[in-house]
């Protein structure tokens, strides 16, 4: 049998949300499939060429990772097969959907499966914010904090562009940053965390209302705010400079920044042609449930 979960993005406000603020995400309607068959409980992952076997207690953080979704699931007799069907280590959200696609393989759900998947990301992020795993069950898009988790946003399905900078994301390294940035300039890091917080709400009302051109305006603003806490690059202001001139109604990076990907609304086909043509790999994306 075949079971998937969802990808995500953040449509706005990371870095905002490590210090309690909501962020806006959506899960895409891409993610990760694993199909099951009668087996001793290998894990195969054809795309990598991997195999993980559990009796081999293989040391890898992906090995140990499946351990925790595995055990949590009674150890069931099945071999799984799994297929990204987005990109990797790219903050789109796959190590999510890969624990949520198996945790449901091995037949967990509701608290059981959000603990697995939890225990997975752990393994492999080290103090991950459950963002991922939350988003990638729920499907659809919704509005998170730290402290209260997801709400959900009921929401038509939204096309978005996704662009790779070629350069990996920073995650790690740009938090630290924020948090120096924090320290050294108070008033007005906690200032773009407000505003950043006000266009989070802007944006959540414009994709309940189905309004593009006001998200993107929130999305191009949130990310002058970015640039300014020292999380874009290079390549991020210039893939989103293409996008706006290709009549995108709004971009930014997208996750931890630094690299990575950028998101964009709007005009999609000549965005992606335009960021295409530079030479930036891209992909046609939908935040669907
Ligand atoms: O790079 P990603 O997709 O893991 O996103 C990181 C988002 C941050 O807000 C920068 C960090 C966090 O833990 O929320």
Not at 261 to 289: E, H, L, M, P, S
Request: with cysteine; net charge neutral; charged share 20%.
């Amino acid at each position: 049998m075949l079971h998937s979960a969802h990808g995500k993005v953040i449509l706005l406000g990371e870095h905002s949300v490590v210090y309690g603020h909501p962020a806006l995400a959506g899960a895409l309607a891409d993610g990760v499939t694993v199909e099951a068959t009668a087996g001793r409980g290998l894990l195969r992952i054809p795309q990598w060429e991997l195999v993980i076997d559990p009796a081999a207690a293989l040391e890898v953080p992906l090995a140990r990772a499946y351990e925790e979704i595995r055990r949590r699931a009674g150890e069931p007799a099945v071999d799984l097969a799994l297929t990204f069907n987005l990109p990797t280590g790219a903050g789109l959200g796959s190590s999510a959907a890969m624990a949520v696609a198996i945790g449901r393989a091995l037949g967990l759900q509701g608290a059981a499966l959000a603990d697995a998947a939890m225990a997975s990301e752990t393994v492999i992020h080290g103090t991950p914010s459950g963002l991922d795993h939350t988003v990638s069950i729920a499907g659809g898009f919704g509005l998170f904090t730290r402290a209260g988790g997801l709400s959900a946003l009921r929401a038509a399905p939204l096309r978005l562009v996704i662009g790779h900078t070629g350069k990996a994301r920073d995650t790690k390294g740009r938090v630290a940053r924020v948090a120096q940035l924090l320290g050294e300039r108070s008033d007005e890091v906690r200032g773009r965390f407000a505003a950043i917080a006000e266009l989070v709400a802007r944006g959540a009302d414009a994709v309940a209302r189905g309004s593009y051109g006001e998200l993107g305006q929130a999305m191009t603003e949130n990310q002058r705010h970015l640039e300014a806490l020292d999380v874009s690059c290079a390549e991020i202001e210039r893939m989103c400079g293409i996008a706006r001139d290709a009549g995108a109604f709004g971009a930014k990076l997208t996750g931890g920044g630094g690299g990575g990907c950028v998101i964009a609304v709007g005009n999609d086909a000549a965005v992606a042609d335009a960021w295409r043509k530079a030479g930036f790999q891209t992909f046609a994306a939908t935040v669907a449930a």
